[in-house]
């Protein structure tokens, strides 16, 4: 885009050496947790400790030399940000074992610590694999087939399986996966790829009402399908959460392409439309709805639908106070799916307010060097990546953070590197490497493409820039 | 596109200021209100997890966690729960009363004085526990009191106090009807709530230790008082001849007032000591109009009325004696009946004052607080609560109060070989329902180690038969045997 922008000349440190010593401190939270959890429910380190120590920083380590190797400009502080959150959500996950008496082959903390593996694995892979996210673009719209596809799979009679009243998972033999969480990453490179295409004509065209340029009817379409996609995922599987990111995405990614705040206002209007119609017409809106209005009534109703995750979590977090109970003085285990969902309850009571806050502001500072790379990202398929997928994770963030916390309804969404599940973990893994793919185009100093004959003017700024 | 992506970056920081403020909101300024939710079941699981303080009694406890293997990790058990109810109070979900109210802080472990023993478990991670509470209550009196009682119905309303004089521990406290605290300390909590709102709503008042929390006119046993205020005064000695007679007129009335039952007091000129002696209600009357509403008063509260003098028990309730009676009310306070009302302590205070040269005693439960690990975190002391009489005026007032079970009413409490000192009581109230009877005593009376109140407010006798000595006095010999005895 913007090669000439004389800001773009500055050359970014690679600073490989800051991320390895933040690694280090990540490790010492993910290390550290899991033994004080031994500590604080059986009173002993436990004695897997050097081995699932070890393993754990194999995992950090390799992945901090693939990013050495392959990505040397990326961003430093994602990938620790990202190791220390795994490494407190799997702490966090083994008390929760620990809590109900599994053993370590079954447990749910060995099967994310094998999830963890797998999104490592993907993640150098894509970095390996991935010179250069450009190429994503010629991806556009197989990406986008294949994400539809993914979504409608869990409608399939054989694979599909209701849990918990959302049809959003798949089952091969004894695997199960969420397919929504790699349509979220594919949705992403498809809008990128679409809207980079297309923006000129859903920017320019339009007419002024109120200070606010709306599009023109036509222009419409892509916008309609994508509310139709999101309504259908909310009445036919019955996923309020994805149905709420699916949309918001598309919203931020077709305002950042047009840089018109007219098509948040139309979205916001058509958002504002699906909201109260499924608020009236669905019965599964109407009773998450009354319920984040009315928690303490639906506690420990024994028939209709009660709120007694949502009423345990808040309690609990309010019994943790500010500096929390400690592993294994608290009783997160109250809460039904504390592991997956309510993993901030659980955070929340065992390890206070500081913990969330901090958790937060880890979330944040993924976010904020996502926008960072779209920012100084050069090429505009690039920005859109970029921010496409660090407002999917603030939007994921704050819907389950919001709803854990009963800041709004609560959706089903999972906590990004904290809760159990091993669709969600690989996802966010091949994001970051995404992410951090995009980082290392932008900070790299500009190729110098300038050949010998080239005039003097362009030879002296050149010359300016700092070696 | 870098202007919307700005606007972007401003609106995920708004979304994730929302979540920090609603956090703080939940963790810290609503996290009290969620903490007392009924229905809140971690706060009730900490409380019940934790090994609680013991309560004991001559070093063997009455109420005492023992570990549970249901969702709490310790159960409340009270080894003799109606004996001792009155006094331990209850541990439930909902709420404590008696001692486990009162002393909380220590059976639960976050006295300030423990501060150090928890420290030191958070250091070590071990389970925090309780420190414990002796009481000064003596076993024997407790079992004479209580069986005392029950011998005229397990239904019987009525209390018995017992104090040391010369220290003021209370060695029996026994209120009937009384209660099984082991229902309330169930961990099955519906169970527990059926039960409190049985005991609750119950017309019996299981609940209500009568002993401290109801006060009731105090009758005869009050002309202790009117006596001692007479010889205080120094117009009267016990040998001092008053008014007897069958008959008194009330001032500033047209009513007269008869002695109990009818009757006279043997003649129109009888000794003070003789006019406790039948109890004549003529003399003290006279005496409370002489003596007046201002000495009557001062010499009431000398003993404790008007006053809240016992720390180790919640909901005293407090006993009378009113700054506006009129001169037939006054005269009527002289045999304690007008707007007087005591507390069975209050009486056993009386004759614990008079035992005790004159001196009172403030009322204590608590002999000593320990840490966890049985150290003595402070035996309480002695204080003196007033000086109500002079040794003189003590002194011959027990002789006829000793003259009283000798030669008097109160014949009942004599223990052969021992001089006790005592006085009936039988009080109205409203003529619908049965008098109250009383007795208070004290024995030996020349170096008393103990004081007793006894009040019988409804039992099965017959009205005409309802008289302090007859059903109150029998129930004090036998908690000053037990005491003597040991």
């Known amino acids: 885009m913007s090669h000439q922008n004389p800001l773009m000349e500055f050359v970014h440190r690679r600073r490989r050496g800051a991320e390895l010593f933040l690694l280090v401190l990540a490790l010492v939270v993910g290390i550290g947790g899991y033994a004080a959890v031994g500590v604080g429910v059986e009173g002993k380190v436990p004695p897997d400790i050097v081995a699932y120590g070890g393993w754990l920083a194999a995992l950090i380590l390799a992945a901090h030399i693939v990013v050495r190797l392959t990505a040397p400009y990326a961003d430093p502080v994602l990938l620790p940000v990202v190791a220390a959150l795994n490494g407190l959500g799997l702490a966090v996950i083994h008390r929760l074992d620990?809590?109900?008496?599994?053993?370590?082959?079954?447990?749910?903390?060995?099967?994310?610590?094998?999830?963890m593996t797998l999104g490592v694995i993907l993640f150098a892979g894509t970095l390996v694999l991935l010179r250069d996210h450009r190429l994503l673009q010629r991806f556009t719209y197989t990406s986008g087939l294949v994400a539809?596809?993914?979504?409608?799979?869990?409608?399939?009679?054989?694979?599909?399986?209701?849990?918990?009243?959302?049809?959003?998972?798949?089952?091969?033999?004894?695997?199960?996966?969420?397919?929504?969480?790699?349509?979220?990453?594919?949705?992403?490179?498809?809008?990128?790829?679409?809207?980079?295409l297309h923006r000129d004509a859903l920017a320019l065209a339009g007419r002024r009402v109120l200070f606010v340029d709306l599009p023109r009817g036509r222009d419409l379409g892509p916008i309609l399908?994508?509310?139709?996609?999101?309504?259908?995922?909310?009445?036919?599987?019955?996923?309020?959460?994805?149905?709420?990111?699916?949309?918001?995405?598309?919203?931020?990614?077709?305002?950042?392409?047009?840089?018109?705040?007219?098509?948040?206002?139309?979205g916001g209007g058509m958002f504002a439309v699906g909201a109260l119609a499924a608020y009236k017409l669905l019965g599964h809106v109407t009773d998450r709805v009354d319920i984040w209005l009315h928690p303490f009534d639906y506690y420990q109703q024994t028939s209709g639908p009660h709120s007694d995750q949502l009423v345990e979590s808040m309690f609990g977090m309010a019994w943790g106070g500010l500096t929390g109970r400690g592993f294994g003085n608290g009783s997160p285990y109250r809460i039904s799916y504390a592991e997956s969902d309510f993993i901030m309850g659980a955070i929340g009571e065992e390890l206070g307010l500081t913990a969330v806050m901090a958790v937060i502001v880890c979330y944040g500072l993924i976010v904020e060097r996502g926008l960072r790379t779209a920012l100084i990202c050069r090429d505009g398929f690039g920005k859109l990546v970029a921010t496409g997928l660090a407002c999917s994770f603030a939007l994921q963030v704050f819907v389950v953070v919001g709803g854990v916390t009963r800041l709004i309804p609560l959706t089903g969404l999972t906590t990004p590197f904290l809760s159990y599940g091993g669709s969600s973990l690989v996802a966010n893994w091949v994001?970051?490497?995404?992410?951090?793919?995009?980082?290392d185009q932008a900070r790299r100093p500009i190729p110098d493409l300038s050949s010998p004959d080239d005039d003097m003017e362009h030879t002296q700024v050149v010359k300016l820039m700092p070696s | 596109m870098n202007k919307p992506i700005r606007t972007m970056s401003l609106f995920c920081m708004a979304l994730f200021l929302a979540l920090m403020v609603n956090a703080t909101y939940l963790q810290y300024v609503k996290a009290g209100d969620l903490d007392k939710d009924s229905r809140n079941r971690r706060v009730i699981q900490a409380a019940f997890s934790r090994e609680r303080g013991a309560i004991l009694v001559e070093r063997e406890p009455v109420a005492a966690s023992v570990p549970s293997d249901d969702v709490y990790k310790y159960q409340r058990t009270y080894a003799e729960p109606f004996k001792y109810a009155p006094?331990?109070?209850?541990?439930?979900?909902?709420?404590?009363?008696?001692?486990?109210?009162?002393?909380?802080?220590?059976?639960?472990?976050?006295?300030?004085?423990?501060?150090?023993?928890?420290?030191?478990?958070?250091?070590?991670?071990?389970?925090?526990?309780?420190?414990?509470?002796?009481?000064?209550?003596?076993?024997?009196?407790?079992?004479?009191?209580?069986?005392g009682l029950q011998a005229l119905g397990s239904d019987v309303e009525g209390a018995v106090v017992a104090i040391e004089p010369n220290t003021g521990k209370i060695l029996a406290m026994v209120s009937n009807?009384?209660?099984?605290?082991?229902?309330?300390?169930?961990?099955?909590?519906?169970?527990?709530?059926?039960?409190?709102?049985?005991?609750?709503?119950?017309?019996?008042?299981?609940?209500?230790?009568?002993?401290?929390?109801?006060?009731?006119?105090?009758?005869?046993?009050?002309?202790?008082?009117?006596?001692?205020?007479?010889?205080?005064?120094?117009?009267y000695t016990p040998s001092s001849l008053v008014p007897g007679g069958s008959a008194f007129d009330l001032p500033d009335s047209s009513d007269t007032v008869g002695n109990w039952q009818g009757g006279s007091c043997g003649a129109d000129q009888i000794t003070l000591t003789q006019a406790l002696e039948v109890s004549c209600n003529v003399s003290f009357l006279t005496l409370a109009n002489q003596l007046g509403a201002d000495r009557m008063r001062k010499q009431a509260e000398a003993f404790g009325f008007n006053q809240e003098y016992l720390d180790d028990l919640p909901l005293q309730a407090i006993s009378r004696y009113p700054s506006d009676m009129d001169r037939p009310q006054t005269a009527m306070s002289g045999i304690g009946q007008a707007s007087v009302t005591a507390s069975p302590l209050q009486m056993a205070m009386v004759v614990a004052g008079i035992a005790n040269s004159g001196i009172v005693m403030k009322p204590y439960l608590v002999n000593e607080v320990r840490a966890p690990d049985l150290s003595s975190l402070g035996i309480t002391k002695t204080t003196e609560l007033?000086?109500?009489?002079?040794?003189?005026?003590?002194?011959?007032?027990?002789?006829?109060?000793?003259?009283?079970?000798?030669?008097?009413?109160?014949?009942?409490?004599?223990?052969?070989?021992?001089?006790?000192?005592?006085?009936?009581?039988?009080?109205?109230?409203?003529?619908?329902?049965?008098?109250?009877?009383?007795?208070?005593?004290?024995?030996?009376?020349d170096n008393p180690q103990v004081a007793v109140a006894v009040l019988v407010a409804q039992s099965h006798t017959e009205r005409d038969e309802i008289a302090g000595g007859a059903l109150c006095a029998p129930i004090a010999k036998a908690v000053m045997e037990a005491v003597i005895n040991r």
Do not use: C
């Not at chain 1, 990111?245 to 990614?253: Q, S």
């Not at chain 2, 961990?187 to 039960?195: C, E, N, P, W, Y």
């Not at chain 2, 006790?420 to 004290?442: C, N």
């Open chain 2, 87 to 147: 006094v331990t109070g209850f541990f439930s979900y909902y709420s404590q009363t008696g001692i486990e109210q009162s002393e909380n802080e220590v059976l639960s472990g976050d006295d300030s004085r423990l501060f150090v023993t928890r420290l030191l478990d958070m250091l070590s991670n071990a389970e925090p526990k309780g420190g414990s509470v002796d009481l000064t209550l003596n076993r024997a009196a407790q079992d004479a009191a209580y069986d």
């Open chain 1, 98 to 115: 620990l809590a109900k008496g599994l053993d370590q082959p079954a447990s749910f903390a060995r099967q994310q610590l094998t999830w």
């Open chain 2, 386 to 445: 007033s000086r109500a009489i002079s040794p003189r005026t003590a002194d011959e007032l027990t002789q006829m109060m000793v003259s009283v079970v000798n030669n008097g009413t109160g014949g009942n409490a004599a223990i052969p070989g021992i001089d006790v000192a005592g006085k009936t009581g039988t009080a109205q109230s409203t003529p619908s329902r049965p008098p109250y009877a009383w007795f208070v005593s004290f024995a030996p009376a």
């Open chain 1, 431 to 439: 994001i970051i490497a995404l992410l951090l793919r995009i980082s």
């Open chain 1, 148 to 196: 539809i596809l993914l979504l409608l799979l869990p409608m399939l009679p054989l694979v599909g399986k209701d849990i918990n009243g959302a049809r959003i998972w798949i089952h091969i033999g004894s695997m199960s996966f969420q397919p929504g969480e790699v349509a979220k990453v594919l949705l992403v490179i498809a809008f990128a790829g679409y809207l980079v």
């Open chain 1, 225 to 266: 399908a994508m509310w139709l996609v999101s309504l259908g995922i909310l009445v036919f599987q019955h996923d309020l959460g994805s149905s709420l990111l699916f949309f918001g995405l598309f919203l931020v990614m077709l305002y950042v392409a047009t840089e018109r705040p007219g098509w948040l206002v139309v």
């Open chain 2, 177 to 235: 009807p009384t209660f099984d605290p082991n229902l309330l300390a169930d961990h099955d909590l519906t169970k527990v709530g059926k039960a409190y709102d049985r005991l609750n709503k119950d017309k019996s008042e299981p609940l209500l230790n009568r002993g401290i929390q109801t006060t009731l006119p105090p009758g005869s046993t009050f002309k202790l008082v009117t006596a001692a205020a007479a010889i205080e005064s120094g117009q």
